[in-house]
């Protein structure tokens, strides 16, 4: 087998094969991100003064790996916004050999015990859903 070296950098010619296992969770913040964190960590020394704040919740905005870190960092968990296309998957419940992912999570058809609160306004019936499930570009697990 013949290969072929890249003589300036001595690789081999093409996209260069990458690591799918790095740690999701040693990231570098993205200066924007890291003003955010800043702010959040003033904010949170005020505020704990007289609250107990365990959570953050936010937009779509920060519904990234990069937030969830950045949030992490400051000792809360985030509450995000999910693109209406996310695509979850359940817990594995099968026989064999343990793996993290199960089926991919139907929006269609949650089932009614996950079902936590209704409210109607007009047409429009919203329907809070509260379940335990993976996502496949966050590092941990998340409630959705």
């Avoid at 950098?9 to 040693?26: K, L, T, V, Y």
């Amino acid at each position: 087998m013949a290969v072929i070296l890249n003589k300036k950098a001595g690789r081999h010619r093409g996209r260069p094969q990458s690591n799918r296992n790095d740690n999701r969770r040693e990231i570098t913040l993205s200066p924007y991100l890291q003003f955010v964190q800043g702010l959040l960590r003033r904010v949170l020394a005020q505020v704990r003064q007289i609250l107990s704040v365990v959570y953050f919740v936010s937009d779509g905005a920060f519904g990234h790996n990069q937030a969830l870190q950045m949030v992490r960092r400051t000792g809360l968990e985030l509450i995000r916004k999910l693109r209406h296309n996310s695509t979850l998957y359940l817990p594995y419940a099968g026989r064999g050999s343990r793996r993290k992912y199960g089926r991919k999570l139907n929006y269609h058809h949650l089932p009614p015990n996950c079902l936590k609160a209704t409210a109607v306004a007009g047409h429009l019936r919203k329907a809070i859903y509260l379940r335990v499930v993976w996502h496949q570009n966050s590092p941990t697990r998340s409630m959705s």
